[in-house]
């Protein structure tokens, strides 16, 4: 573990890999040193964001106090989410694989995915599955549009987007399932924990 | 109900409060007011409770008129303020009658300006706050002609001064102080040094999610991607292209792109308005 500073009203922890992110954030989050009023975890590291005028120093000693036990990510809730399979990027991937495109589709709907982070967008959630051929990297370009709905792949993750924006996953294919709903408490259906299961249609 | 109706905006006018906490694992960023400290004065001038949502225009040019009588006031970057016609002053309680129009010119410095209205601009809250997030694209619309913004209910306590003091505003120069991290490592001591003694320049591409700088290039001295990482306001972000990115108010929850140093919460407000074309001076301050 690496305690890095960032600014008066930050501390950076860095970790070895995502399930000690996701025991570090469940430590913090049950038990948050005084002044932490808001956690970022993400694929590598632990944000605390302090309240200005409490003292990083005495944040990032409580950091290090802590024995975070390793253990896999906690299921909060399981979800399905309907795909069809019909991404752009489908042939890019089946050929970077090697798994050919009904193979992608059947690896990437029969992988138990879950939702390690949230960021890039409200709602975007980063899903860390279990098989590892589909590592693929992101696009050499991204697109400046990427449709509400798609379903893509990049670095080992899996992720929705959840409106239309930019974007340099390699697309998969559509979902009409709506991740993110202000009229929903809470809005994300994809939240740190939360299992998913993508089914194909 | 009293209320605004907006009459012309400038170049970007939104609804702003003290920002949207306790949602950055959804991925929903704090936003809120860009200068945080003119911003609480102008509610503090209209005895507002603290978080009570105001207007955030930059570069002026914003004009509303009062449906009802209206208690306001006008803080942050300085300059011409007037209620029908008349001059007023910046960082004073102004009283505007039913009909009264109140301009908020475009100012002598900094970059944004705030117009807090006694009760608060009284919008529906997103997610608990009223705040525009212009990246996220969470909250009211921005603010343009012809809409009217309802005026909330006026607190309890009235206002006890008629003007607050506020500090000078720097001009072409401003002086941030910088902790250095949390990726200071990823760049060469060299370009640590350039970055502490260099001057960089507020470029036009400067929004509410950060300040785009030019100035001499800070060189890697490793290579290879940063896995995605939180980010704070006032992170000096150092993309490939290798011109500083000072993120601001509606910043990203989360960054691919190393952090060299940080700047500290009380300059993020020079930070903030510091207009394109403003020369910026990093200095350590550990």
Same mark, same amino acid.
């Given at each position: 573990?690496?305690?890095?500073?960032?600014?008066?009203?930050?501390?950076?922890?860095?970790?070895?890999?995502?399930?000690?992110?996701?025991?570090?954030?469940?430590?913090?989050?049950?038990?948050?040193?005084?002044?932490?009023?808001?956690?970022?975890?993400?694929?590598?590291?632990?944000?605390?964001?302090?309240?200005?005028?409490?003292?990083?120093?005495?944040?990032?000693?409580?950091?290090?106090?802590?024995?975070?036990?390793?253990?896999?990510?906690?299921?909060?809730?399981?979800?399905?989410?309907?795909?069809?399979?019909?991404?752009?990027?489908?042939?890019?991937?089946?050929?970077?694989?090697?798994?050919?495109?009904?193979?992608?589709?059947?690896?990437?709907?029969?992988?138990?995915?879950?939702?390690?982070?949230?960021?890039?967008?409200?709602?975007?959630?980063?899903?860390?599955?279990?098989?590892?051929?589909?590592?693929?990297?992101?696009?050499?370009?991204?697109?400046?549009?990427?449709?509400?709905?798609?379903?893509?792949?990049?670095?080992?993750?899996?992720?929705?987007?959840?409106?239309?924006?930019?974007?340099?996953?390699?697309?998969?294919?559509?979902?009409?399932?709506?991740?993110?709903?202000?009229?929903?408490?809470?809005?994300?259906?994809?939240?740190?924990?939360?299992?998913?299961?993508?089914?194909?249609? | 109900?009293?209320?605004?109706?907006?009459?012309?905006?400038?170049?970007?006018?939104?609804?702003?409060?003290?920002?949207?906490?306790?949602?950055?694992?959804?991925?929903?960023?704090?936003?809120?007011?860009?200068?945080?400290?003119?911003?609480?004065?102008?509610?503090?001038?209209?005895?507002?409770?603290? &978080?009570? @949502? /105001?207007?955030?225009? =930059?570069?002026?040019? $914003? *004009?509303?008129? #009062?449906?009802?009588? %209206?208690?306001?006031?006008?803080?942050?970057?300085?300059?011409?303020?007037?209620?029908? &016609?008349? @001059? /007023?002053?910046?960082? =004073?309680?102004?009283? $505007? *009658?039913?009909? #009264?129009?109140?301009? %908020?010119?475009?100012?002598?410095?900094?970059?944004?300006?705030?117009?807090?209205?006694? &009760?608060?601009?009284?919008?529906?809250?997103?997610?608990?706050?009223?705040?525009?997030?212009?990246?996220?694209?969470?909250?009211?619309?921005?603010?343009?002609?012809?809409?009217?913004?309802?005026?909330?209910?006026?607190?309890?306590?009235?206002?006890?001064?008629?003007?607050?003091?506020?500090?000078?505003?720097?001009?072409?120069?401003?002086?941030?102080?910088?902790?250095?991290?949390?990726?200071?490592?990823?760049?060469?001591?060299?370009?640590?040094?350039?970055?502490?003694?260099?001057?960089?320049?507020?470029?036009?591409?400067?929004?509410?999610?950060?300040?785009?700088?030019?100035?001499?290039?800070?060189?890697?001295?490793?290579?290879?991607?940063?896995?995605?990482?939180?980010?704070?306001?006032?992170?000096?972000?150092?993309?490939?292209?290798?011109?500083?990115?000072?993120?601001?108010?509606?910043?990203?929850?989360?960054?691919?792109?190393?952090?060299?140093?940080?700047?500290?919460?009380?300059?993020?407000?020079?930070?903030?308005?510091?207009?394109?074309?403003?020369?910026?001076?990093?200095?350590?301050?550990?």
């Amino acid at each position: 573990m690496r305690v890095l500073d960032c600014g008066d009203t930050g501390v950076l922890v860095e970790v070895a890999d995502l399930d000690e992110v996701v025991a570090l954030h469940a430590a913090l989050a049950a038990q948050p040193p005084p002044g932490v009023e808001e956690l970022v975890p993400a694929a590598r590291t632990v944000l605390l964001r302090v309240s200005p005028g409490h003292d990083t120093a005495a944040v990032a000693a409580a950091v290090r106090a802590l024995r975070p036990r390793p253990r896999h990510l906690a299921a909060a809730e399981e979800v399905e989410i309907p795909v069809r399979y019909d991404g752009a990027d489908l042939p890019d991937i089946a050929a970077a694989t090697g798994l050919g495109e009904s193979g992608v589709v059947a690896a990437h709907s029969s992988a138990t995915w879950t939702v390690a982070f949230c960021g890039f967008a409200p709602g975007f959630g980063y899903l860390v599955g279990d098989d590892p051929r589909l590592h693929v990297p992101r696009r050499a370009e991204a697109r400046t549009r990427v449709p509400a709905g798609s379903v893509a792949l990049a670095g080992g993750f899996t992720g929705v987007y959840p409106r239309s924006s930019p974007g340099g996953w390699q697309l998969l294919g559509r979902t009409d399932t709506v991740v993110w709903d202000l009229d929903r408490d809470p809005p994300g259906l994809l939240r740190p924990g939360v299992r998913v299961r993508f089914v194909p249609v | 109900m009293a209320a605004l109706e907006v009459l012309e905006t400038g170049v970007l006018t939104t609804v702003q409060d003290a920002g949207r906490v306790g949602h950055a694992s959804l991925g929903v960023g704090r936003s809120g007011a860009a200068d945080a400290v003119s911003y609480a004065l102008a509610n503090r001038l209209v005895a507002n409770p603290p &978080g009570a @949502a /105001a207007l955030e225009a =930059t570069l002026g040019g $914003l *004009r509303v008129r #009062a449906r009802g009588a %209206v208690t306001a006031a006008v803080t942050g970057a300085p300059g011409p303020v007037g209620v029908d &016609g008349r @001059a /007023a002053a910046v960082n =004073t309680v102004l009283h $505007l *009658r039913d009909g #009264a129009e109140l301009r %908020v010119g475009v100012p002598d410095r900094g970059l944004r300006s705030y117009l807090a209205v006694r &009760g608060g601009v009284s919008v529906p809250p997103v997610l608990g706050s009223r705040s525009t997030d212009t990246l996220a694209g969470l909250g009211p619309d921005r603010v343009t002609p012809g809409t009217v913004l309802p005026v909330g209910a006026p607190p309890p306590t009235p206002p006890v001064v008629d003007l607050a003091p506020d500090a000078a505003f720097p001009g072409h120069e401003v002086e941030l102080r910088v902790v250095l991290g949390p990726r200071h490592d990823w760049f060469t001591p060299d370009a640590v040094h350039t970055l502490l003694n260099g001057v960089y320049v507020v470029s036009d591409r400067t929004d509410r999610v950060g300040a785009r700088l030019l100035g001499p290039p800070l060189p890697r001295a490793r290579a290879g991607e940063l896995p995605s990482e939180g980010m704070v306001p006032g992170a000096l972000q150092i993309p490939h292209d290798g011109d500083p990115v000072l993120f601001l108010a509606d910043h990203p929850v989360t960054g691919g792109y190393p952090v060299i140093a940080v700047v500290v919460s009380a300059d993020l407000r020079w930070a903030a308005q510091a207009r394109p074309g403003t020369r910026l001076r990093f200095r350590r301050l550990r």
